[in-house]
């Protein structure tokens, strides 16, 4: 099984060894909005879906027990627990931006250049490490009731009836692990007085940690013998579930958040990573490492125009009986949208990392439709996507042709303005819930089904259609990039006094 925790939900899918879909069960959960910025998490409710979807997967799946679970988690998203066992407060996601100040500390009391050689993470309020700086600075009373500091890796791990552990990647993401050593970072964490046993023991991916507690295996319909394997951040584990193994080749995931996702086969931090924000870290194979780029608002604008404004394609999906983004992006022509829309609704990712950036339309008239929107929507991706791509070739990292995975990968339409935009060859897979897929080939490692990843993928990996950059869209596409590139730098300063 692979089991892939992300920002809205949790899947869980179970596979033959040659990648044979059996069952699968899926459970959306909110983020939760306290105050303006801040961005949290239930870990209670985050634990009830994922039971939620391993019993039904489990089962679907009682003839055919599952042997091993993997797990694919989202990053960053940190939560203190008590002795215990239970949360303290809940999980601070990435995109919350209340550690401003303590990212600032951090810069200038480890230097900014400094961190970036040690952890591979350019600062940012988005790691793990600011957050818990926070909760000491601002929620004493939390920090010293406070027995561990988990991700959900590790804490999905620990409810299992497991020691908590946690892989490389993941650890990675908290900006206090170093890289190099793969343990966490005496110098960091002495300097704003954390102690190391606050964290999960890191271990490789693919390390199987232990069998399920048996009264909770019961509890979940499982077997008694099934274990847990060690899987690793979602991006670096859909990765993984793309297929993707060598350099020149990345993944692109359009999710919530959309992110590009870059091998290589050796450690290398140039300055310019730094200056570009793209972090450098483990990847789920030992001796790679991966370099990634991303922006927090992809399939989150459709989620965002969903919820606000699309209620005709809601009758229309009712009516039809279709998916409610199949109608909100068929009904979008092929030509570039007259608007241009910025979507940093969260901020800005890569490579401005601008937590201050705001999103917005321009170019709105009177005779502007609701399908004008949904295209600057599906084109400002393409535009940002484009972006990232060019200033990753400038730090180093080339990329040739994408694997596209997660849910806007099912949109054969989004993924051809993608590629028009961009002037890349993009590659859809059969089955686009890769990081179920990640998960569930080091699992398949960790309890000897697979001999190697790379046995794993080739069994398991199959790909569906390749879209082409199409020569006269590229044209039209590139005139709207020229003024699209303009736009963060000409609202940065609106932004910042907004």
């Not at 459970?27 to 105050?35: C, G």
């Not at 046993?197 to 271990?203: I, K, L, P, V």
């Not at 274990?227 to 979602?234: F, I, M, R, T, Y």
């Not at 950036?357 to 009177?366: E, F, Q, R």
Request: with cysteine; net charge positive.
């Amino acid at each position: 099984m692979g089991l892939d925790l992300g920002t809205t939900g949790v899947k869980a899918i179970s596979f033959t060894p040659e990648g044979k879909v059996l069952a699968r069960a899926y459970r959306e959960y909110k983020e939760l909005y306290p105050r303006p910025e801040w961005v949290e998490m239930d870990p209670e409710k985050i634990w009830s879906s994922t039971k939620h979807v391993i019993k039904k997967v489990a089962l679907n799946t009682k003839k055919d027990p599952i042997q091993a679970v993997g797990l694919s988690v989202l990053g960053e998203a940190v939560t203190p627990i008590g002795k215990d066992g239970k949360p303290l407060y809940n999980s601070i996601t990435a995109v919350d931006r209340r550690s401003i100040e303590e990212t600032r500390w951090l810069e200038r009391n480890l230097e900014k250049k400094h961190l970036f050689q040690i952890t591979g993470m350019p600062p940012h309020p988005s790691y793990s490490i600011s957050k818990i700086l926070w909760i000491k600075n601002n929620r004493p009373d939390i920090f010293e009731k406070t027995w561990k500091f988990l991700l959900y890796e590790d804490f999905i791990l620990h409810k299992l009836g497991i020691e908590p552990a946690i892989d490389y990647s993941l650890a990675a993401r908290t900006m206090a692990f170093n890289i190099h050593t793969k343990d966490w970072s005496s110098e960091i964490l002495q300097k704003i007085g954390i102690d190391k046993s606050m964290f999960a023991r890191a271990y490789p991916s693919g390390e199987v940690v232990g069998k399920i507690n048996p009264l909770i295996a019961k509890e979940l319909g499982l077997s008694t013998k099934t274990v847990a394997v060690l899987g690793g951040h979602d991006q670096p584990v859909s990765a993984l579930g793309a297929g993707i193994i060598e350099e020149g080749k990345a993944t692109d995931t359009c999710g919530t958040v959309e992110c590009v996702t870059c091998i290589s086969d050796k450690l290398d931090l140039p300055e310019a990573r730094l200056t570009y924000s793209y972090a450098t870290y483990p990847y789920v194979v030992e001796g790679k490492f991966v370099t990634i780029a991303y922006f927090y608002t992809a399939g989150a604008l459709l989620k965002w125009y969903r919820d606000n404004f699309a209620f005709e394609e809601r009758k229309i999906a009712r009516k039809e009986k279709k998916d409610i983004y199949e109608v909100i992006i068929g009904q979008t022509g092929d030509d570039p949208s007259p608007l241009l829309l910025l979507p940093h609704f969260m901020g800005s990712g890569t490579p401005w990392f601008d937590p201050l950036s705001k999103g917005a339309i321009v170019g709105l008239t009177l005779g502007t439709d609701r399908r004008d929107i949904v295209k600057a929507i599906l084109d400002s991706v393409g535009y940002e996507l484009r972006v990232n791509l060019e200033f990753l070739e400038k730090s180093g990292v080339k990329v040739k042709l994408l694997h596209a995975i997660g849910g806007g990968a099912r949109s054969e339409k989004w993924l051809q303005i993608k590629a028009d935009i961009t002037g890349r060859v993009f590659r859809s897979l059969k089955i686009p819930d890769a990081a179920c897929l990640g998960a569930a080939i080091l699992a398949g490692r960790g309890i000897g089904v697979f001999s190697s990843v790379e046995e794993g993928i080739q069994e398991m990996v199959r790909y569906k259609k390749e879209f082409i950059p199409r020569r006269e869209r590229q044209k039209r596409y590139e005139n709207k990039y020229r003024v699209y590139k303009k736009l963060y730098v000409s609202l940065k300063e609106i932004n910042s006094q907004l």
